[in-house]
């Protein structure tokens, strides 16, 4: 009988290894864009880069700002393993003053499911 389990056992170790599954893995160029001192009405386009590091289809499945005055934009295809894709933040330049804003990220990379990235500036009168 030990000799029966011990072969069972045997038998079935390299379908485990063999069991582990594929991730996604999403690493950003940069988690922050300061976009400095800019002109109001001047363009508030910013991409956020990022590559698949995992080995399985990344998935952003969702994009929010921390207000309406920020327009994020999601690539709607899944991202292939070692390809990269681009985050879009629009922010209004006809807001004057000192910005500070979050885009939530929400993924299915199982180690990073919500990332917080930021964007900051000041926006200046047109002289």
Known sequence: MKY???????????????????NS?????????????IEKGSTGLRVFIFEN?????LIITNVKSSCGCTIPKKPEAPVAPGEKGEIQVNYDTNRLGVFRKTITVSTND????IIALK????????E
């Open 4 to 22: 029966f389990i011990l072969l069972a056992i045997i038998a079935l170790s390299p379908t485990c290894i063999l069991a582990q599954e594929a």
């Open 25 to 37: 893995q999403i690493k950003f160029q940069t988690e922050s864009i300061d976009y400095g001192s």
């Open 53 to 57: 590091t995992g080995d399985a289809p």
């Open 110 to 113: 199982p180690n990073s499911p």
């Open 119 to 126: 964007i900051g500036g000041t926006v200046l009168a047109k």
